[in-house]
């Protein structure tokens, strides 16, 4: 009891320290995650300081904080059958790189990771300012003390520390004085452990799991979190814009050099780059999806009868040469190339808005809490030396140097401006963002023209394949027919024929024959039935998607609930691919992913069918190369429609098609 | 024995007619499209009606329709539905009303002639004539009815052979049992399925309803 008392503001002190390592360490720290190789190790020393903060927070406050990070195993790369590990399309030979990027993936994956550097951040400011508390009214009530003290002036005289107690405007007596200072240090020492306690109430906020405090239902919370976040992406975006600038430049340079195969080389080059960005544009800046607008590289020509190849009005020897003359009026014909240059050229003017919330927010921060928390540190020493005292409070004192009038200003209007700056960046991170994204889709969107081209693309290549399916799929129905019905109702006529034969003389004989050839025809018929179902299932044709759905489902091996929201019936052959994508994801989710249930969605909403297959299996399913998925995407290719497979390892897998088409009233003929 | 008959195909429809009125059965009317069904059903009121499926002028499953309409407004009107194919889903709907007089076959057993007169009297005598397709779809499926768990693997076999409708007798002769046997099985089968004691044939539908629902 008594020693908790006489040790709480030591213990006070130490946490004090730790909040001025841990706030000086954030910097370096946020540096060392720039260099992505040190970023686990990073998160670990961070984890490190908040474990040992939790464990303090037990030790000395009593306050229990359980660590909030995820649990598991770290997710390791799948390998292929053929050895390979593959991460975001990457084919990696060994483990290490792979289990590297998932590692940081999960890690800052993990919302307790944004929660620690919070905390780290926020340890000085508040923190570090409430264990200081205790400490300081002993230190203050010492001083006071000492200074009407007979040998505790002296003491002060010899070390020159008159003057930090010798407070003229103090014209109270003696005892009153003495009297302040033992009950400032007895509140001191009796508050110490209650400030341990709420110091460590503190940390639980940060460093336990998270519960719905009045900060995040209000939604003020989450509303600064969304402008530090818009923050951050708009400087990223400004380095992005920068690095294409620094491009522009370098077109600019080599097309002085080299004429204008250094444009095509260049902007060659920069394309995946400029994908990324219009990918992060649209995730960050919303609106429509902006696709990659570049022309498809035409084939090689056929050979002339002289045996050469023709590109633009130059012939070549080789089919090699060919290729490589074909890139330049490739790169140079498309106009997207010429938009994207203008992109580079015009992006950094845009993206330098980007600058402007950061700098807001970071000067917000700065008058509100590094001013004042380091203030102790480097203007105590220089108060004391020269005897100026510089008011904590911001960069006030350079503003009054710079416009003497506003010397009449208290200091503290430094807290009011800090908020002011820090709330008004936070109010324009989103809309400078969005300025971003737009300049860039007034660019960087594919234009009219080059969408019509893609779509014509599009549309050569799937009715391509919808031919080349729809003609293998007719010499397989060919070949089974030939092989199977046909060939049995051959034999159903040999022998009926043979029958006719021998009925008169050998009746028993004939008979046998007989049911041979009933058997035969069953025969045949059940193998029509079976390629039946192949083609067209005829419950389809008699019901329409949502009941043929019901009956695969009541034939399926495993539990499959069926929720279908179909007012009318979809164009049959967008009924007949969704009808065989539920039957194979029903196939795939009995087969290899060893579900226990399995739930179908159909619905059809703003001109979209869309059908949702839920398995609660072990995941982890990949659409392989030539695989039933990779099929019945390319048939879905053909009606614009999608199909989406997301299957985390661990389940569940979800898969979503969607086609688009209109529903037409129901029950109507679709055979 | 008044018979209805639904089917499209003239060379179907005619052979069915030799098939049945060679078997002592009178058709009393023959038709081809589903609307001309349901009126011959309530016009006629046969003593048991053989409907394929699929039927004009939509070519869905327009005889199935006509025929559940019919049976709700003459409740216990014996059915016999052929098709091209079986679907579980189908026989369900069929059963729902659990008052039995249901068959549902595929048109191949018409090639049996004896199998498929029997399973017409079946029907017409308010029992029940499941296609062993169906049948053979649901054993495929792991067991999900409590109940149903409870079943012995013979109770099963009884219950699998019941639901295509056979009588004792004929289950007794398949599995190699005494009627007395099977008649015991049954009634184990009635009890674990909370059946209560009634009318024999109307239990055994109930029995096969619950199979059904079982499996799903």
């Not at chain 1, 039933?628 to 199909?643: Q, S, Y």
Request: a positive charge; aromatic letters at 8%; proline letters at 7%.
């Amino acid at each position: 009891m008594f020693r908790s008392y006489a040790l709480a503001p030591l213990r006070c002190v130490a946490l004090a320290l730790l909040a001025v390592f841990g706030f000086a360490a954030s910097l370096p720290l946020m540096m060392a995650i720039g260099a992505v190789v040190t970023y686990p190790h990073v998160l670990q020393v961070v984890r490190r300081l908040a474990g040992l903060s939790r464990w303090l927070a037990r030790a000395w406050g009593g306050i229990v904080i359980d660590p909030p990070y995820r649990e598991g195993p770290v997710p390791l790369p799948p390998r292929r059958p053929d050895g390979w590990y593959e991460h975001d399309g990457q084919l990696f030979k060994t483990r290490h790189y792979p289990a590297f990027f998932l590692r940081m993936q999960w890690l800052s994956g993990d919302p307790a990771t944004a929660r620690d550097w919070m905390w780290l951040l926020l340890l000085g400011p508040i923190g570090g300012l409430v264990a200081l508390l205790a400490p300081g009214l002993v230190v203050a009530g010492v001083l006071l003390a000492a200074g009407v003290t007979g040998p505790g002036r002296r003491a002060l005289d010899d070390a020159g520390l008159t003057e930090l107690v010798a407070w003229p405007f103090l014209a109270v007596p003696g005892w009153a004085v003495l009297a302040a200072g033992v009950a400032a240090v007895v509140t001191g020492v009796l508050a110490g452990p209650a400030l341990l306690r709420a110091h460590g109430r503190w940390a639980r906020y940060w460093l336990g799991h998270p519960g719905l405090t009045w900060w995040q239902s209000s939604g003020i919370g989450a509303w600064l979190r969304r402008g530090g976040h818009d923050t951050w992406k708009a400087a990223l975006l400004l380095g992005l814009s920068l690095t294409g600038f620094a491009m522009f430049l370098l077109t600019l340079l080599l097309t002085l050099v080299s004429g204008g195969f250094g444009i095509a080389w260049v902007s060659y080059a920069i394309r995946p780059m400029l994908n990324h960005y219009r990918r992060l544009c649209v995730t960050w800046g919303g609106g429509e999806p902006m696709p990659d607008p570049y022309r498809q590289r035409e084939g090689v020509p056929e050979p002339g009868p002289d045996g050469r190849y023709r590109v633009g009005r130059t012939l070549y020897a080789t089919r090699d040469g060919a290729r490589r003359a074909g890139f330049f009026p490739w790169i140079l014909g498309d106009p997207a190339t010429w938009r994207d240059l203008a992109w580079m050229a015009t992006a950094p003017l845009v993206a330098l808005l980007a600058v402007v919330p950061g700098v807001l927010i970071g000067a917000g921060y700065f008058g509100l809490f590094w001013q004042a928390l380091f203030w102790p540190l480097w203007a105590v020493p220089f108060g004391l030396i020269t005897g100026v005292w510089i008011s904590p409070w911001y960069v006030w004192q350079l503003t009054t140097l710079g416009m003497p009038a506003l010397d009449v200003l208290p200091g503290w209007v430094s807290i009011p401006i800090g908020l002011a700056l820090g709330l008004l960046g936070v109010l324009l991170a989103g809309p400078v963002l969005r300025l971003i994204a737009g300049w860039a889709r007034l660019l960087l969107a594919p234009s009219r023209s080059a969408r019509l081209t893609q779509r014509v693309e599009h549309l050569a290549q799937t009715r391509a394949e919808a031919v080349d399916a729809q003609s293998a799929e007719l010499r397989r129905i060919e070949r089974d027919l030939h092989d199977g019905a046909q060939a049995r109702l051959v034999a159903v006529g040999l022998s009926l024929g043979t029958v006719e034969q021998l009925m008169d003389r050998d009746p028993a004989a004939a008979r046998v024959l007989l049911a041979q050839a009933r058997e035969t025809s069953a025969a045949a018929l059940a193998e029509l039935r079976d390629l039946v179902r192949g083609i067209h299932p005829p419950v389809l044709a008699e019901r329409g998607l949502a009941d043929a759905v019901r009956a695969l489902a009541l034939d399926a091996a495993l539990p499959v609930e069926v929720r279908a929201e179909l007012t009318g019936q979809p164009p049959a052959p967008v009924a007949t691919a969704a009808y065989f994508a539920v039957a194979e994801a029903l196939t795939n989710a009995t087969r290899h992913a060893q579900a226990s249930r399995v739930g179908v969605d159909i619905r059809h909403t703003g001109g979209l069918l869309r059908v949702t297959v839920t398995d609660d299996g072990r995941g982890g399913a990949a659409p392989s190369h030539g695989g039933g998925l990779h099929g019945l995407r390319r048939r879905l290719a053909t009606f614009d429609g999608t199909l989406a497979l997301h299957s985390p390892q661990g389940g569940p897998t979800v898969l979503t098609l969607e086609i688009p088409c209109a529903l037409s009233s129901p029950r109507t003929s679709t055979s | 024995m008044r018979v209805v008959l639904a089917e499209d195909l003239y060379l179907l429809r005619e052979g069915l007619v030799r098939l049945l009125e060679a078997h002592d059965f009178s058709v009393v009317a023959a038709v081809e499209t589903g609307p001309d069904l349901l009126d011959a059903l309530l016009a006629h009121r046969p003593d048991v009606a053989v409907v394929d499926v699929r039927l004009p002028p939509t070519n869905t499953d327009e005889g199935l329709q006509a025929a559940l309409t019919a049976r709700r407004q003459v409740p216990g009107l014996p059915v016999l539905v052929l098709s091209q194919h079986v679907e579980q889903l189908y026989a369900r709907e069929l059963l729902a009303d659990g008052t039995g007089g249901i068959g549902y076959l595929l048109k191949d057993r018409v090639f049996n002639a004896d199998q498929f007169v029997d399973a017409v009297h079946r029907v017409a005598g308010g029992g029940t004539a499941m296609d062993p397709e169906v049948i053979a779809k649901l054993m495929q499926q792991p067991v999900r009815n409590v109940p149903l768990a409870r079943l012995t693997p013979r109770e099963r076999e009884v219950l699998e052979l019941m639901a295509e409708g056979r009588s004792n007798a004929a289950i007794g002769q398949r599995l190699f049992l005494s009627e007395s046997a099977v008649g015991k099985h049954t009634a184990s089968i009635f009890g674990k399925l909370d059946l209560a004691p009634s009318d024999d044939d109307n239990r055994r539908v109930l029995a096969v309803l619950a199979y059904l629902n079982g499996a799903a």
